[in-house]
């Protein structure tokens, strides 16, 4: 029997977009040809770009969230966060941060403050991730994961590696807790690498490009920055790096549940979409302290 690999649905190519006055994104979801791959909303990827020494960190304001997560993979300088919920950290290359908006917090995203005082490249990606319905109202959570907590698998050439944030792959477990079943791969291969993925066929995958270029079963192209959207008809992917490489594999089990977002909130429904838009307007989802 030949061997079959999972069906190729789309290649998609990201927008642009300015987010605060920090963050250089380039999006392919969502968008016109893609509204979700459920449980992933969106994919943002910054940079990378270059950040002028300053001592005023550039960033996003405070902003709220409810009914969802987000995700945050730094691959070159620095990030610092807090939220209203009461927690802060900075993130640095490897590190990945995932914060739980549940019944709603605000949050503000800055380049690092020592980053910003230097200067230099900045490079990362946020996922926001939809949680099930039962659980859009949970506290909100704050999982602050550092690079060296990350598992990571060789491949054959030595060099090449998966690093494991988020479910189980092969034999080894990413630290990540989520409320959904999710696999999420750092994915790093040298020129000419290949590897084989095995995902679970009912989940949906998509494998983003954040560097380089593949080849994909033998003959379909990938380049950075384009989003590669699979079918389910086989756990097999079969990637070839045609240069050096880093992919984002956003893998998990569909939310078959109705879906309503507007802006920073993501519910079930219209109605729950009003009150969120209310209890944030009341101050139901906090203030910083000097905004007190
Ligand atoms: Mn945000």
Redesign the pocket.
Known sequence: MSTSFRRIFQVIDGNKKFVGDGFDVTSPMPGPRIRQLSPYLLIDHTGPMQVAPTDAPLG?PP?P?RGFE?VTVVYEGALAHRDTAGHSGSLGPGDVQWMTAGAGLL?E?RHEKEFARQGGTLELLQLWVNVPKKDKLAPPRYQNIRSASIPSLPLPDGQSHIRVIAGTYENLSGPAETFSPITLLDVHLTTGAEATLHLPADYNVGIYVVKGAITLHGNRPAATKQLVVFGWDSPDIQVTATEETVLLVVAGAPIEEPLATYG?FVMNTNQELVQAIADFESGGMGKFPEDE
């Open positions: 996003t902003h969230h987000t949050h995203e920073p």
